[in-house]
């Protein structure tokens, strides 16, 4: 499969620090990538998708201003937690599409980012 | 959005078992279906992928798709104990424009050796 990389594992931070998290397409393009969010016990939760060259789309309920989402390249996107506070702790998964048809929709996952607000 | 639905679980088997896992989804109009294996601390791993009606088999996971009762399931042969892990179903909304993967909350197995 598709390789995706994030980048850091895990983060430890002050409130009111921000935090950015990186997710690399290795081996192939990806024009489109998604940025999910899984807190303990819980499904991932779609937080936005980021396309290249344009803004990211962002769920309901997901505040862009504090959350900001850049697609730069075609095999890089981050995602910075700004002012972060303890209710920001979580575990933040990039995926990267491959294929851009209806039925190629497969998803390849990033290792994940552990972000843990103090 | 669109709800994708799974027994949280656990469900429990003995090794060398068959596991069957399901999941319901509300969108009439998605297409395409996937399970991720996911271990605790871990990201989602993709197992398979069902477009069509019917069964895919690819080694010891068959999943299974049947549009009309907008049911998916994944059967597991065989089952080990390194199969332990939540399982996850996830679903392709269709929405103007683009695409989005609704992931179910996942049903945890757990093989007993």
């Known amino acids: 499969g598709a390789v995706v990389s994030q980048h850091p594992s895990w983060v430890i931070c002050k409130s009111g620090t921000s935090v950015k998290i990186e997710c690399r397409s290795l081996?192939?393009?990806?024009?489109?990538m998604f940025w999910y969010r899984q807190f303990p016990k819980q499904s991932l939760m779609l937080m936005a998708t980021?396309?290249?060259?344009?803004?990211?789309?962002?769920e309901q309920g997901v505040e862009k201003d504090k959350f900001l989402i850049n697609h730069a390249s075609l095999t890089l996107s981050t995602l910075t937690v700004t002012s972060a506070h303890p209710e920001d702790s979580s575990f933040y998964i990039c995926s990267a599409r491959l294929g851009t048809g209806v039925n190629t929709g497969e998803l390849f996952f990033g290792e994940g980012s552990r972000l843990t607000v103090l | 959005q669109k709800e994708v639905e799974q027994n949280s679980g656990p469900l429990s088997v003995p090794e060398g078992a068959i596991a069957s896992l399901n999941c319901t989804y509300s969108?009439?109009?998605?297409?395409?279906f996937f399970w991720y294996r996911q271990y605790s601390g871990k990201s989602p791993e993709l197992i398979m992928s069902i477009y069509s009606n019917g069964d895919k088999e690819d080694g010891r996971f068959t999943a299974q798709l049947n549009k009309a009762s907008q049911y998916v399931s994944l059967l597991i042969r065989d089952s080990q104990p390194s199969d332990s892990a939540t399982y996850l179903c996830a679903v392709v909304e269709m929405n103007t424009g683009f695409q989005k993967l609704v992931f179910g909350t996942g049903t945890r197995l757990l093989v007993s050796p």
């Open positions: 081996d192939f393009q990806a024009t489109t």
């Open positions: 980021s396309n290249e060259g344009s803004k990211a789309t962002y």
């Open positions: 969108d009439r109009v998605s297409q395409s």
